[in-house]
T-cell receptor, first 110, second 114 residues
Framework: GEDVEQSLFLSVREGDSSVINCTYT??????LYWYKQEPGAGLQLLTY?????DMKQDQRLTVLLNKKDKHLSLRIADTQTGDSAIYFC??????????FGAGTRLFVKA | NAGVTQTPKFQVLKTGQSMTLQCAQD?????MYWYRQDPGMGLRLIYY???????DKGEVPNGYNVSRLNKREFSLRLESAAPSQTSVYFC?????????????FGDGTRLSIL
């Protein structure tokens, strides 16, 4: 069935790059999303990529998609303490549903 | 813009009590969703409503009911609360007309059942 997997934790130093990885199973997914959740809040859309693209860059964020391996990554350049949050990968599956990963908690050390 | 509004933000219930969680969106979205978020398990879909007048079960519907009151509002009801339903509940909405259908989330309802 449909599944999205992510590692649960990532720790980086302030100023370094963070790379959060995700794998998904539904090869028919059309769009893949990254959401950010800060403490006490809901998920906010960070960025998305269409399945026929390899890369998308948006300021400090770079999304890489390897469709053959069903692997998605989010790179945050020059990571700041304000980037500490939980990051969710999600695939837009068929129909009306979006499948979410369990989320990667990013810790940024000053 | 309010986006997706959930009420209440916090609630404590006793086992067996009933409660309705409210959700409203002002983005004219067709589809609405209810999720629960538990540590280490990400988001699990409880129920969704693809459009006004329809509702469907998600991954974990047992113990819950929903009502799509109109296009704006989608409520989640716990008829007889159980400790296993202690969780953070999120409502979300999305448009169905566009190719991209990112979901927009409320800030959640933190529910504890004693």
């Amino acid at each position: 069935g449909e599944d999205v997997e992510q590692s649960l934790f990532l720790s980086v130093r302030e100023g370094d790059s963070s790379v959060i990885n995700c794998t998904y199973t539904d090869s028919s997914s059309t769009y893949l999303y990254w959401y950010k959740q800060e403490p006490g809040a809901g998920l906010q859309l960070l960025t998305y990529i269409f399945s026929n693209m390899d890369m998308k860059q948006d300021q400090r964020l770079t999304v890489l998609l390897n469709k053959k391996d069903k692997h998605l990554s989010l790179r945050i350049a020059d990571t700041q303490t304000g980037d500490s949050a939980i990051y969710f990968c999600a695939e837009q599956a068929g129909g009306f549903k979006t499948i979410f990963g369990a989320g990667t908690r990013l810790f940024v050390k000053a | 813009n309010a986006g997706v509004t959930q009420t209440p933000k916090f609630q404590v219930l006793k086992t067996g009590q009933s409660m309705t969680l409210q959700c409203a969106q002002d983005m004219n979205h067709n589809s609405m969703y209810w999720y629960r978020q538990d540590p280490g398990m990400g988001l699990r879909l409880i129920y969704y409503s693809a459009s006004e007048g329809t509702t469907d079960k998600g991954e974990v519907p047992n113990g819950y009911n929903v009502s799509r009151l109109n296009k704006r509002e989608f409520s989640l009801r716990l008829e007889s609360a159980a400790p296993s339903q202690t969780s953070v509940y999120f409502c979300a909405s999305s448009s169905q007309g566009a190719k991209t259908r990112p979901q927009h989330f409320g800030d959640g309802t933190r529910l504890s059942i004693l």
